[in-house]
């Protein structure tokens, strides 16, 4: 702690400085280290002789550093603060055009008018990196459009950071049953807490992405945007809640959040060209009506003249003239100072870094004397434009007397440039079954080659855009409640109406659209109408089972068959149902690769490793260890496996066998649920060995589960709960905080469905 007489500092100084300085990060001490040594530069270099001009200044304090706190000018006493950049800049304007003269130094300058810097922060919650994506492509569009953007997962965000936050851009998605994903949960937990801050100074956007067949449709985003709500912030633009066909509406809401910043900028700007009214004008804050009294430019004032003597003016040429920023980790403060013919210390440096790998990323705008830079070529294969892969392998990995189907399916990559690491998916586009198609074509009244609407496509014939581009299993209350209207149905709008949920669920719960029409005898609607209100097919998302490194040209896949009877019909997955019945060698399936970032092995080879995946869950494990065998990584590894029957259920077995007896897979505990007169699943496994498991926790493993959300993901938890409190002597409570922590540590990683 500092004391008032081992230091240069007022009391009130003292105290303010003895509650910041314990805040700070390592990186915020690098970055104030970095400007204090850069101020103190620009002293050196202008704070005396014909170049400390208010012109000069007035580029700084307009376009340099807004917001970061006083910019300080050239005085009689030294560096003091500058006055008003707008009216120093009008002034600068003004003696442009007649010969460069110094100007003198005003003995009493008046306290600065900053303007609103122009900084927002993008949070995502993402359980398989969609989110992620999206917020990423938020912050580009918000950094090119000159703001400095501070981009994080939410669960690494630090939340004492948030009342400082005056533009908030939510991007979250909704898991399991209404549920934030696993790294939103904490801050989920914290903003509906009590230590949540009040945010009257701060502007806010929600983007939620969900599936409009679940009961709590995008959730956690409204959870969100209600509690910021409730804690003062204002709202910015309306809150979108985007179904799995979201890129479309993703992309306005970008729009619309783009638009209306720049509105608030350009009403900003106008406020602060205007002089202060006198010298106590105070920093511009919020107006009550949500908009900024004023934003900063990211670059000096347009129009404003530095004078130097001996040259013509140059308009904004000077000073701090903008940020390059650099999110390179482990760069900090001002990385250099780039002298302009000599003259300004200060012309161009080279922005903010934040230094931890994986953290919050600071994107800062690019200075505007930057040269420019190629964009990088989007990819070829993307959701918009999937790359048709030629089936190489289609086997059923289950032995001879199973009831379950597994298909292992190859996938060639060949010529494609598409590139994947362990912990990916591939994203596949199925075909309804056509059996299913020319039902309901039937039961509608409808002619199969009639010309309806298909999004980008156009038109298509109604059998190919009910057997390729529409969703035709799953009925939503929005799909219902179209229909009810397009039939006049009575029942149908009380079946769908709000507050008759319960109903809604019992109904739809394993019936699609071809029960639809036929109990309620809906024959005959224009099949164009319909179309319009039913969903696009949206891609089934299935992990890698491979590594590129053995595979180049190849992508494994472990894809179970769904197969059951409801209502008194077969009915089988969608996806699942096409690859095992339809799907042959030589045939072509349009996918692209879904990266997943939140499920990757850790990046130091010698960590260990725990994998839960029963079932088809296995599929990721497989490609990590393949890919630690190819790498000679040192760490070690274990498996825990479950399905039904040793002998017809074991999935991949020779290849367990064969990395067992390598070591590239340490230790392996299996259960067979069927194969014992109680049902033994790996989560019974996992407190048979609970010493052992413990024990590897404690070394610093890293648990990964993959698998069935509901119920085995849900038990997997129970039982690491239950090991932590036994070998560790804790309460369950005090062991689910342990668990917490791994969370938060990144080391309990799940991919779970």
């Given at each position: 702690?500092?004391?008032?007489?081992?230091?240069?500092?007022?009391?009130?100084?003292?105290?303010?400085?003895?509650?910041?300085?314990?805040?700070?990060?390592?990186?915020?001490?690098?970055?104030?280290?970095?400007?204090?040594?850069?101020?103190?530069?620009?002293?050196?270099?202008?704070?005396?002789?014909?170049?400390?001009?208010?012109?000069?200044?007035?580029?700084?304090?307009?376009?340099?550093?807004?917001?970061?706190?006083?910019?300080?000018?050239?005085?009689?006493?030294?560096?003091?603060?500058?006055?008003?950049?707008?009216?120093?800049?009008?002034?600068?304007?003004?003696?442009?055009?007649?010969?460069?003269?110094?100007?003198?130094?005003?003995?009493?300058?008046?306290?600065?008018?900053?303007?609103?810097?122009?900084?927002?922060?993008?949070?995502?919650?993402?359980?398989?990196?969609?989110?992620?994506?999206?917020?990423?492509?938020?912050?580009?569009?918000?950094?090119?459009?000159?703001?400095?953007?501070?981009?994080?997962?939410?669960?690494?965000?630090?939340?004492?950071?948030?009342?400082?936050?005056?533009?908030?851009?939510?991007?979250?998605?909704?898991?399991?049953?209404?549920?934030?994903?696993?790294?939103?949960?904490?801050?989920?937990?914290?903003?509906?807490?009590?230590?949540?801050?009040?945010?009257?100074?701060?502007?806010?956007?929600?983007?939620?992405?969900?599936?409009?067949?679940?009961?709590?449709?995008?959730?956690?985003?409204?959870?969100?945007?209600?509690?910021?709500?409730?804690?003062?912030?204002?709202?910015?633009?309306?809150?979108?809640?985007?179904?799995?066909?979201?890129?479309?509406?993703?992309?306005?809401?970008?729009?619309?959040?783009?638009?209306?910043?720049?509105?608030?900028?350009?009403?900003?700007?106008?406020?602060?060209?205007?002089?202060?009214?006198?010298?106590?004008?105070?920093?511009?804050?919020?107006?009550?009506?949500?908009?900024?009294?004023?934003?900063?430019?990211?670059?000096?004032?347009?129009?404003?003249?530095?004078?130097?003597?001996?040259?013509?003016?140059?308009?904004?040429?000077?000073?701090?003239?903008?940020?390059?920023?650099?999110?390179?980790?482990?760069?900090?403060?001002?990385?250099?100072?780039?002298?302009?013919?000599?003259?300004?210390?200060?012309?161009?440096?080279?922005?903010?870094?934040?230094?931890?790998?994986?953290?919050?990323?600071?994107?800062?705008?690019?200075?505007?004397?930057?040269?420019?830079?190629?964009?990088?070529?989007?990819?070829?294969?993307?959701?918009?434009?999937?790359?048709?892969?030629?089936?190489?392998?289609?086997?059923?990995l289950n032995g001879r007397g199973s009831d379950r189907e597994t298909r292992h399916l190859v996938l060639s990559l060949e010529d494609s440039g598409l590139v994947y690491e362990p912990g990916d998916a591939v994203a596949m586009f199925p075909e309804n079954d056509p059996k299913l198609v020319d039902a309901v074509i039937e039961a509608a009244g409808w002619l199969p080659d009639v010309q309806v609407p298909a999004g980008q496509q156009g038109t298509l014939p109604l059998r190919d855009a009910l057997l390729r581009h529409y969703e035709i299993t799953v009925l939503t209350r929005p799909l219902v409640a179209g229909i009810a209207e397009l039939a006049g149905s009575g029942k149908l709008k009380e079946l769908a109406a709000e507050g008759n949920e319960a109903a809604f669920r019992a109904y739809a719960a394993g019936r699609d659209l071809l029960d639809l029409l036929r109990d309620y005898g809906l024959k005959g609607l224009p099949a164009a109408d319909v179309?319009?209100?039913?969903?696009?097919?949206?891609?089934?998302?299935?992990?890698?089972?491979?590594?590129?490194?053995?595979?180049?040209?190849?992508?494994?896949?472990?894809?179970?068959?769904?197969?059951?009877?409801?209502?008194?019909?077969?009915?089988?997955?969608?996806?699942?149902?096409?690859?095992?019945?339809?799907?042959?060698?030589?045939?072509?399936?349009?996918?692209?690769?879904?990266?997943?970032?939140?499920?990757?092995?850790?990046?130091?080879?010698?960590?260990?490793?725990?994998?839960?995946?029963?079932?088809?869950?296995?599929?990721?494990?497989?490609?990590?260890?393949?890919?630690?065998?190819?790498?000679?990584?040192?760490?070690?590894?274990?498996?825990?496996?479950?399905?039904?029957?040793?002998?017809?259920?074991?999935?991949?077995?020779?290849?367990?066998?064969?990395?067992?007896?390598?070591?590239?897979?340490?230790?392996?505990?299996?259960?067979?649920?069927?194969?014992?007169?109680?049902?033994?699943?790996?989560?019974?496994?996992?407190?048979?060995?609970?010493?052992?498991?413990?024990?590897?926790?404690?070394?610093?493993?890293?648990?990964?589960?993959?698998?069935?959300?509901?119920?085995?993901?849900?038990?997997?938890?129970?039982?690491?709960?239950?090991?932590?409190?036994?070998?560790?002597?804790?309460?369950?409570?005090?062991?689910?905080?342990?668990?917490?922590?791994?969370?938060?540590?990144?080391?309990?990683?799940?991919?779970?469905?």
């Open positions: 702690m500092l004391q008032v007489n081992n230091s240069p500092f007022s009391q009130q100084q003292i105290e303010l400085l003895n509650a910041l300085l314990p805040t700070l990060t390592e990186g915020q001490r690098q970055w104030l280290c970095g400007y204090l040594n850069g101020l103190g530069a620009a002293g050196a270099v202008l704070a005396a002789g014909p170049y400390a001009s208010p012109g000069l200044w007035a580029g700084t304090a307009a376009g340099g550093i807004a917001g970061a706190g006083p910019v300080m000018a050239p005085g009689p006493a030294g560096l003091l603060p500058a006055a008003d950049a707008a009216g120093q800049a009008a002034a600068a304007v003004a003696s442009a055009q007649s010969p460069a003269v110094p100007s003198p130094v005003a003995a009493s300058p008046a306290p600065p008018s900053f303007a609103e810097p122009k900084e927002a922060t993008v949070l995502f919650g993402s359980q398989t990196g969609n989110s992620q994506r999206l917020a990423g492509q938020l912050a580009k569009r918000l950094e090119d459009a000159g703001w400095r953007v501070t981009l994080s997962s939410m669960r690494d965000y630090k939340t004492n950071q948030l009342k400082n936050a005056r533009n908030l851009f939510i991007v979250v998605s909704t898991h399991g049953e209404g549920d934030p994903p696993d790294n939103a949960a904490s801050f989920h937990e914290f903003l509906h807490g009590k230590r949540a801050p009040h945010l009257e100074n701060t502007r806010f956007a929600v983007l939620a992405l969900g599936d409009s067949s679940y009961e709590k449709f995008c959730q956690t985003g409204k959870d969100f945007d209600k509690r910021l709500e409730e804690l003062g912030a204002r709202r910015l633009v309306p809150r979108v809640d985007c179904d799995v066909d979201f890129d479309e509406p993703a992309a306005k809401w970008m729009d619309s959040v783009l638009e209306a910043l720049n509105r608030l900028q350009e009403q900003g700007t106008e406020e602060a060209r205007e002089p202060a009214s006198s010298p106590s004008a105070q920093p511009a804050t919020p107006a009550a009506n949500g908009s900024p009294a004023a934003f900063a430019a990211s670059g000096p004032v347009a129009g404003a003249a530095v004078r130097l003597p001996g040259y013509a003016a140059h308009a904004g040429a000077l000073g701090l003239a903008g940020h390059a920023g650099v999110a390179a980790a482990g760069q900090a403060g001002f990385a250099g100072y780039a002298g302009v013919a000599g003259y300004t210390g200060l012309a161009g440096h080279a922005g903010f870094a934040n230094g931890a790998a994986g953290g919050t990323a600071v994107l800062a705008p690019p200075a505007p004397a930057a040269a420019a830079t190629a964009a990088p070529e989007k990819p070829a294969w993307s959701r918009s434009n999937p790359f048709p892969a030629e089936v190489v392998d289609n086997i059923n179309v319009r209100l039913l969903r696009k097919i949206p891609p089934r998302q299935y992990s890698i089972a491979s590594s590129q490194l053995v595979h180049p040209d190849e992508v494994f896949l472990t894809i179970r068959k769904v197969e059951y009877e409801a209502h008194g019909r077969r009915r089988t997955g969608v996806c699942s149902g096409h690859v095992a019945e339809r799907l042959a060698p030589g045939d072509r399936v349009p996918i692209y690769i879904h990266h997943n970032p939140n499920f990757k092995l850790p990046a130091d080879p010698d960590t260990p490793i725990i994998m839960i995946g029963p079932g088809t869950g296995v599929a990721p494990f497989r490609a990590f260890v393949e890919e630690r065998e190819e790498t000679g990584a040192k760490g070690k590894s274990w498996l825990f496996f479950g399905d039904r029957r040793f002998r017809t259920d074991f999935l991949y077995q020779t290849d367990w066998q064969r990395w067992l007896k390598s070591g590239a897979l340490t230790r392996m505990d299996v259960a067979f649920s069927r194969d014992t007169p109680s049902k033994v699943y790996v989560q019974h496994r996992m407190l048979e060995k609970s010493r052992d498991l413990y024990a590897w926790i404690e070394e610093g493993a890293v648990l990964y589960v993959c698998g069935d959300e509901k119920n085995m993901a849900r038990d997997v938890e129970d039982a690491l709960v239950s090991v932590i409190a036994k070998e560790s002597g804790k309460s369950r409570a005090e062991a689910a905080a342990v668990l917490a922590e791994l969370k938060a540590q990144n080391r309990y990683r799940r991919d779970v469905y």
